[in-house]
């Protein structure tokens, strides 16, 4: 079975200072592992995704993820915050070797940025 | 280009009342697959569709739920006899089955409110 827990419910960080948030999971499959953002009000935005190709994955508005395997995580990060940053993200799972499959979310963690 | 669209956004009902929502996806994908959201939770999945096949379920989707979508482009998703517990965020995502890619979009949601 597969799955992802992230690390932290609440990341508090000031404006300007880098962002960290952590996630692992677990598939017995090669997963296709993704990041994604919830605004309030507004729908889920993909962020980035990880398919197998390059392990350090550039998303959308200066994020990344770098995909360890031998540690099983799949941590986002950013190098400096912005208060437009404050928002709840979720990481994501899927199996590869089945197309099309359901995603399987993380509980989120929710990301406040202080000016 | 018009993304994933849901209707209503909002909808409140007493408890024992059937509601309906309506999904329409992105024109050209043929998966489409309903979640929910409830509070301070990931999405959870409930089921998809690939063209007008309906082709898993959850075990969340208990017998009150039925999804269809019966020309292989919009969906319904209907609960009956709606449960206080069945209050939630429900989410819609579609995405093109080609190759390894996963991204699914995802429309903005209904919110439940099961009074």
């Known amino acids: 079975a597969q799955s992802v827990t992230q690390l932290d419910s609440h990341v508090s960080v000031s404006e300007g200072?880098?962002?960290l948030l952590r996630c692992n999971y677990s598939s017995s499959y090669s997963p296709s592992l993704f990041w994604y953002v919830q605004h309030p009000n507004k729908g889920l935005q993909l962020l980035l995704k990880y398919t197998s190709?390059?392990?350090?994955?550039?998303?959308?508005?200066?994020?990344?993820?770098?995909?360890k395997k031998s540690e099983t995580s799949f941590h986002?990060?950013?190098?400096?915050?912005?208060?437009?940053?404050?928002?709840?993200?979720?990481?994501?799972?899927?199996?590869?070797?089945q197309a099309g499959t359901a995603l399987i979310f993380g509980k989120g963690t929710t990301l406040s940025v202080s000016s | 280009?018009?993304?994933?669209?849901?209707?209503?956004?909002?909808?409140?009902?007493?408890?024992?009342?059937?509601?309906t929502f309506r999904c329409d996806p992105i024109s050209e994908h043929n998966r489409l697959y309903w979640y929910r959201q409830t509070l301070g939770q990931g999405p959870e999945f409930l089921t998809y569709?690939?063209?007008e096949a309906q082709l898993e379920k959850s075990r969340l989707l208990s017998d009150r739920f039925s999804a269809e979508r019966p020309k292989g482009s919009f969906?319904?998703?209907?609960?009956?006899?709606?449960?206080?517990?069945?209050?939630?965020?429900?989410?819609?995502a579609s995405s093109f089955l080609v190759g390894s890619d996963r991204e699914q979009f995802f429309g903005p949601g209904t919110r439940l409110t099961v009074l």
């Open chain 1, 76 to 97: 986002l990060t950013k190098p400096s915050a912005h208060m437009s940053d404050a928002a709840e993200y979720f990481c994501v799972v899927s199996d590869r070797s």
């Open chain 2, 75 to 92: 969906s319904t998703l209907e609960i009956q006899r709606t449960e206080q517990g069945d209050s939630a965020m429900y989410l819609c």
């Open chain 1, 17 to 19: 200072t880098p962002v």
């Open chain 2, 49 to 51: 569709f690939q063209n």
């Open chain 1, 53 to 67: 190709a390059a392990t350090l994955v550039k998303g959308i508005n200066g994020f990344e993820a770098e995909f």
């Open chain 2, 1 to 19: 280009d018009t993304g994933v669209s849901q209707d209503p956004r909002h909808k409140i009902t007493k408890r024992g009342q059937n509601v």
